[in-house]
């Protein structure tokens, strides 16, 4: 019944094509083909009554994928501490400094460590806030219906950025500990703060551009711009906080093996005579503090080779064993936009692998935005089966996806662990950065399968990247632009 009705559908559009073809609109033909088309059969009536008494995702769940799941992991990365990057969209500044910290972390030997997210969001939203002015002076002649400069306008000061753009800023302002410099609302909950610092610049765009108009040389309009930043530091510094040039931090150093020895023995000397330790007597505890620049703590203290980095993509939408970047992907105006080394999906995983191993975490980017719970901590293709409820196919490639703008990288995060069955991975632990209050304790479970559909780049270290991937980088890279769906 349902099939014939489909036909007839079919036949009546066809028919319609000529009372539509001339505006393309929606004909009382076809309406009626579109209602007729429709059959309210038993399963269609049980998602009806299901659907519009219940949430759509909650019915599309799927249960066998999650009778399956397990947090079991067969390596996992030494990590403490999950970071909330709130209401702000800088999860790739959480991420980058989370690949960081990790590492210094252990190096140093100390329980915990987060930097200062907010110190670099500052000096980001000042940075963009330049590029953005140095935008509109580049293309003061263009029309303002220019797609370039359409773009420029659209979104002046976002949260947004990438890893090159992480490198740009540590190695310029340096890093300061997260309890030098913490987080303030506005860095928590950044839309009014990014509204504000939009009107801003674009009502220092319209001044610039009538500056041009009367016959304002570039000198002239970059001495305005440097004014015109003097207003953007000043709303960055009542919303945040002015950043420091210097601080003093005090932290427990890490203690070698041979030094909690000697603390025990300390202890066990401590005992009373019944062998029983006094636990009302105060118990020593270690502080170092430091007097440092930002720079200076980056380089003494951190003291990591941002360069030793590189970024990777399974970009489905170019061929792969090339190098290419996309222009005006750049936070700092004399920075570097994202380039990248294109290469198989299995290649990216190895090399994820092998750093996961070794102890080192990754981070990566990808499509947060399908199959996956906040609530369960699940990333996994099929977790929501949409076709069975409708009846329909929504397949897409990954390339179809990226290419039709239904997959984007709009997340980073951080791979912490995985779980290897025969040498081939069956799901990654992922570290987030919204909390410990989503996912399961601030983790997700990735399977290899979404990783396969929705994960389209990792930043890893030279050392555990093949040497042919390395060469890709000594080609000149081709030049994208700045609408690609990578960007």
């Not at 947004?160 to 913490?182: I, R, T």
């Not at 909950?189 to 041009?212: E, F, I, K, P």
């Not at 041979?258 to 005579?273: G, I, L, P």
């Not at 030793?308 to 992907?329: A, E, K």
């Given at each position: ?38 059959e ?18 909650d ?5 066998d ?41 252990q ?65 310029k ?48 309009l ?8 003097q ?5 960055l510094a ?55 620049t ?10 990591v ?22 222009r005006?992907?750049?936070?700092v ?5 994202i ?38 901590g ?11 409820i ?28 995985v ?5 081939r991975?069956?799901k ?6 919204w ?8 983790y ?10 929705h ?26 632009p ?6």
């Amino acid at each position: 019944m349902r099939t014939s009705n489909l036909l007839f559908a079919l036949l009546v559009l066809v028919g319609s094509r000529v009372a539509c073809a001339d505006g393309g609109g929606l004909g009382p033909e076809t309406i009626e083909a579109l209602q007729s088309s429709f059959e309210m059969d038993a399963h269609t009536r049980a998602m009806y009554n299901a659907i519009t008494n219940a949430n759509i995702t909650d019915l599309a769940l799927n249960r066998d994928l999650l009778r399956r799941h397990n947090d079991l992991y067969s390596h996992k990365v030494d990590v403490k501490g999950v970071t909330n990057q709130g209401s702000s969209g800088r999860c790739w500044l959480f991420a980058g400094l989370n690949q960081i910290r990790h590492r210094v972390r252990q190096r140093q030997g100390l329980k915990d460590l987060e930097f200062s997210q907010v110190y670099l969001t500052f000096w980001d939203k000042l940075e963009k806030s330049n590029t953005f002015l140095e935008y509109i002076i580049r293309f003061r002649n263009r029309d303002l219906m220019n797609r370039e400069l359409v773009m420029v306008l659209k979104d002046p000061c976002p949260d947004g950025g990438y890893w090159e753009n992480v490198v740009d800023l540590v190695n310029k302002y340096g890093l300061v500990p997260k309890d030098v410099y913490p987080e303030t609302n506005s860095s928590n909950a950044t839309r009014s703060m990014n509204g504000v610092l939009a009107q801003l610049l674009r009502a220092d765009a319209v001044r610039l551009r009538h500056m041009s108009e009367d016959g304002a040389s570039l000198r002239q309009l970059r001495e305005r711009k440097e004014e015109m930043l003097q207003d953007v530091y000043r709303i960055l510094a009542i919303n945040l906080g002015e950043p420091p040039t210097q601080f003093t931090w005090r932290y427990e150093p890490g203690k070698s093996d041979k030094k909690e020895q000697e603390v025990h023995d300390s202890d066990d000397a401590e005992n009373d005579e019944d062998g029983k330790r006094d636990d009302d007597s105060p118990t020593r505890q270690d502080i170092e503090e430091l007097v440092m620049t930002p720079r200076g703590f980056f380089r003494e203290f951190v003291d990591v080779d941002m360069g030793q980095w590189v970024n990777l993509f399974n970009d489905p939408t170019h061929p792969v064993g090339r190098h290419y970047t996309i222009r005006m992907s750049r936070n700092v105006a004399d920075g570097q936009d994202i380039h990248y080394a294109n290469i198989a999906i299995d290649t990216l995983k190895e090399i994820a692998i092998r750093s996961l191993l070794d102890g080192t975490p990754v981070m990566f980017a990808c499509n947060v935005s399908v199959d996956q719970s906040g609530e369960l901590g699940i990333m996994a293709d099929g977790l929501y089966d949409y076709d069975s409820i409708y009846g329909i196919d929504m397949r897409m490639s990954k390339a179809e996806l990226a290419l039709y703008r239904n997959g984007t990288r709009n997340h980073g995060m951080v791979f912490v662990g995985v779980d290897l069955h025969e040498g081939r991975p069956v799901k990654w632990r992922v570290e987030n950065s919204w909390g410990t209050d989503r996912g399961k304790g601030g983790y997700w479970a990735l399977y290899d399968g979404w990783f396969d559909q929705h994960v389209y780049n990792i930043i890893a270290l030279k050392k555990y990247v093949p040497e042919d991937v390395l060469q890709v980088f000594e080609q000149k890279p081709e030049v994208l632009p700045p609408w690609d769906p990578m960007l």
